[in-house]
């Protein structure tokens, strides 16, 4: 997982391990003593990643050191590098985001409920830094060896490609990010399913292990949807997008992918924008700060891609099938997003750009439609074939299309000119 956590919302959800692996269901075995369980990882590891560099086609260019960790272990790193890679301006303007797209509630507290997640679900990882692997000790070893395989194709990827590289990923493209991120997990996700296929004794142990327990997913259970979808977007899409690639080219293409990066989730969801390696068009946004007034702070700028819009439309319009749809053909993107001292009182202006003016236009109408189901009681004061206007309860909104572009203002204070910033973004 990444680092990063600030950001557009593709990337909201990435956390804090380089790569660790995140399980839908979490499990409660009873460990061995720790000295016991700490030898039987540290065998059971050089026995697997020797079996993962042979699948993966990684050679092994030195012993992966590896130990068991217990829940508050897990939760001390969580807290420690939250504190480390991440300012509280940034852990703000992530909250604030959330909660501006409409896809937490008022009362979200990000922070403190991003610790309760990774802790309840974080089964393992490899931290690149120490280049050790670690097993949470609360889980049984034997159904585990899957997690393992996952992990330690990040420590064969660290010693052939250095993960460490991603850490420190240039501010105002976390779409970027996230790809580079979904073929980290999309690498290991397909090594670890095609361990599971060589070793159908040790899959069904690891099936069981998931589903033997149900009490280690409320966190899970309880998250805004954008949350749990982004934080597994990674391992499912990376994992379909790293499948196509070993079906073209075989672990080759895969292990070559680490030097010609994927640009956009767009390239992810659609592996054949990778093949034809088209990137993203870059957006500028002026500062709106001289017609917003002197009480509004910028807080965020970012990409959200072509993930971001799917997510910011299906909250509302909760059909994947238009919402896909309407977010395919994407082109790039850039919002920016601004608050006042005033609790809830937010702006955010974007500008997305598409391939053609019909993808343009499907956008349009989905996020005029999303739009009017985001606020309730919303007033549409305005309606052209290009443009239309609402008045909401957290301020006015403006979409308007010009070509293969789309203007979305949200949050407009009263005493505003929206024309004139729209004039600022075209």
């Known amino acids: 997982m990444s680092k990063k ?17 995140f399980l839908p269901h979490g499990q409660a075995q009873t460990a061995a003593p720790g000295a016991a369980q700490n030898a039987a990882i540290v065998s059971t590891t050089a026995a697997v990643l020797k079996e993962t560099s042979e699948l993966r086609e990684l050679s092994i260019l030195k012993a992966v050191k590896s130990g068991a960790q217990s829940r508050a272990d897990i939760e001390r790193m969580i807290i420690k590098n939250l504190d480390t890679e991440t300012t509280p301006e940034e852990m703000h303007a992530a909250e604030v985001l959330l909660k501006a797209f409409g896809l937490a509630p008022k009362e979200f507290a990000y922070r403190t409920f991003l610790i309760k997640l990774l802790t309840e679900q974080v089964a393992g990882y490899y931290d690149p830094k120490a280049q050790q692997f670690y097993l949470a000790d609360w889980i049984e070893l034997e159904g585990q060896k899957p997690v393992m395989a996952h992990e330690l194709t990040h420590a064969l990827q660290d010693q052939h490609f250095n ?42 142990a690891f099936i069981r292990s998931l589903g033997s327990q149900e009490m280690a997913s409320e966190q899970f259970k309880q998250a805004p949807r954008a949350l749990r979808e982004s934080l597994l977007f990674p391992y499912e899409e990376g994992s379909a997008w790293a499948t196509q690639l070993y079906k073209r080219g075989g672990w080759e293409m895969v292990s070559q992918a680490f030097t010609k990066l994927p640009q956009s989730s767009e390239q992810i969801l659609h592996a054949d924008k990778y093949f034809s390696y088209e990137p993203p068009q870059k957006i500028t946004l002026p500062d709106f700060k001289s017609v917003l007034g002197p009480a509004w702070k910028l807080i965020d700028v970012d990409v959200n891609g072509e993930w971001g819009c799917f997510l910011v439309l299906d ?67 305005a309606q052209k074939e290009d443009r239309v206007e609402w008045e909401t309860s957290a301020g006015r909104v403006v979409i308007e299309l010009r070509g293969s572009r789309v203007a979305i203002l949200e949050g407009i204070p009263a005493k505003a000119n929206a024309n004139k910033l729209l004039r600022m973004i075209w």
Not at 5 to 21: K, N, T, W
Not at 178 to 203: C, F, K, Q, S
């Open 5 to 21: 956590i600030s950001g557009g919302l593709a990337l909201l959800a990435l956390f804090c391990l380089c790569a660790g692996s």
């Open 163 to 204: 993960l460490k590289r991603f850490e420190k990923w240039p501010k105002g493209d976390s779409d970027a990010e996230l790809a580079a991120h979904a073929l980290i997990e999309g690498d290991a996700t397909l090594a670890m399913t095609l361990y599971m296929a060589r070793n159908p004794l040790v899959a069904l």
């Open 315 to 381: 909250e509302f319009l909760n059909n994947a099938v238009e919402s896909k749809e309407a977010s395919a053909g994407w082109g790039g993107d850039r919002f920016a997003l601004y608050q006042t001292s005033q609790p809830g009182e937010t702006f955010i202006a974007q500008l997305t750009a598409w391939d053609t003016p019909q993808d343009a236009k499907e956008f349009f109408d989905a996020y005029a439609k999303r739009t009017g189901k985001r606020y309730a009681g919303a007033t549409t004061t």
